[in-house]
């Protein structure tokens, strides 16, 4: 915002000033100036226009440093989410190798026990092959003689030589093979791993690949992660920029302010001690309003007594008149009280009169001065009107 927005034209002020107290000394006996009043309040109007177009602005910039903010705030849990999408992926990662790995130890075990199952029942049938083959062997060799008296035999003895002869290399090569299979399950068992039964390669080939990509994951998101700190930092820069801008402008418009607000207290400052001096002016005059007051009424309450009383002679007077009609014509002397009672009557009246005329003056008296302390109050309150809207 352009200083010369802000600024302030201070002889305007002063202007203002000068005649608001010209006005407050002409205002005790003077009418109002409807001119300089509008003057005045042109003055205001502008000042409230400023104060007020400083207020938008001020706010404006306030919704604009709410924006960045949010901005930064939803960048750092950008940040923060990528952040927990690389620890994710690297504990899946680690998870699924885990996984794997488990995987594959299980289907070597199964393998394992596989082998070794069918070996067992392999050696257990060459074992009971061999036990059916001596059973039959001792069973054939108790159906012959042990002689060789008869030529009969002979052909037959030939062929069971011949047989048994088969029979024991069948049975060196069961054992033959039953030792080799020994020895490769004791290999197997000693060895402690399956590079040499399984081949490895395109597992660890899978594994390379698998480290690669998500090598080059990690780097892209990296890469990505410090892109997004460089914004966080430029948007940084920018807030703090702002914010010290902001702190000048304020530091300004409090200046102005306060030049404001000294002008107006001490504006405020007279108007009081001239309204101190009113009120004074008029609990004096309300006292002298009420000791006329109270003496217009007791006045009114004697005179109404003494009409009474004379309303009251004059009736017995009449009376009497009524009853002696011999006596219709008074006495000179009755004629005299008589004709002293109306002037007095009369003159009770006309003091009468004279105190309700000063009653009256005083009470218009009194209605001016509450008119004057209404009208200061007025434009009390209206020249304090400008520091509300002033408040930041």
């Not at 067992?120 to 159906?143: G, P, T, V």
């Not at 002008?263 to 108007?271: A, P, V």
């Not at 009524?322 to 002397?333: A, G, I, R, T, Y």
């Not at 006309?350 to 209605?367: I, V």
């Amino acid at each position: 915002m352009r200083r010369s927005f802000i600024s302030i034209h201070f002889s305007e002020i002063d202007e203002i000033r000068d005649r608001l107290n010209y006005r407050n000394r002409e205002m005790s006996g003077k009418p109002n100036n409807p001119v300089l009043n509008r003057q005045i309040q042109a003055f205001q109007f502008k000042i409230q226009q400023s104060l007020t177009l400083l207020d938008e602005e001020i706010e404006r910039l306030a919704n604009r440093l709410t924006i960045i903010k949010s901005s930064i705030f939803e960048s750092r849990q950008q940040i923060e989410t990528l952040s927990q999408k690389i620890e994710d992926t690297k504990e899946s990662n680690k998870s699924e190798s885990r996984k794997r790995r488990a995987e594959f130890d299980i289907l070597i075990s199964r393998k394992k026990a596989s082998h070794h199952s069918q070996l067992q029942s392999l050696q257990n049938s060459f074992l009971q092959e061999i036990a059916n083959l001596q059973i039959d062997f001792e069973s054939q060799l108790q159906k012959y003689p042990n002689g060789k008296s008869s030529n009969r035999f002979t052909s037959s003895l030939a062929q069971i030589d011949e047989e048994i002869e088969k029979t024991k290399i069948k049975i060196e090569t069961y054992r033959t093979k039953t030792v080799e299979l020994r020895k490769e399950n004791e290999t197997l068992q000693n060895s402690g791993n399956i590079e040499n039964v399984i081949d490895l390669a395109p597992i660890e080939h899978l594994q390379k690949t698998i480290e690669q990509r998500q090598k080059e994951r990690y780097d892209n998101l990296i890469l990505s992660r410090e892109k997004l700190q460089q914004c966080v930092e430029m948007l940084e820069n920018m807030v703090s920029l702002h914010s010290q801008e902001v702190n000048e402008k304020q530091i300004e418009f409090k200046t102005i302010e306060e030049k404001y607000n000294n002008e107006l207290n001490k504006l405020h400052e007279k108007q009081e001690m001239k309204v101190l001096l009113l009120n004074g002016h008029l609990k004096e005059a309300e006292k002298r309003t009420k000791s006329l007051s109270k003496a217009a009424h007791h006045l009114e309450v004697t005179n109404q007594k003494q009409m009474r009383e004379t309303v009251c002679d004059l009736d017995k007077i009449k009376q009497k008149s009524f009853e002696n009609p011999d006596d219709l014509l008074p006495e000179k002397n009755d004629r005299d009280v008589l004709i002293a009672l109306r002037k007095e009557v009369h003159g009770m009246k006309r003091e009468m009169k004279q105190k309700e005329f000063l009653l009256e003056n005083a009470q218009n008296e009194n209605f001016e001065l509450k008119r004057e302390i209404w009208r200061l109050k007025h434009e009390l309150k209206f020249s304090n009107s400008p520091i509300k809207g002033t408040q930041f």
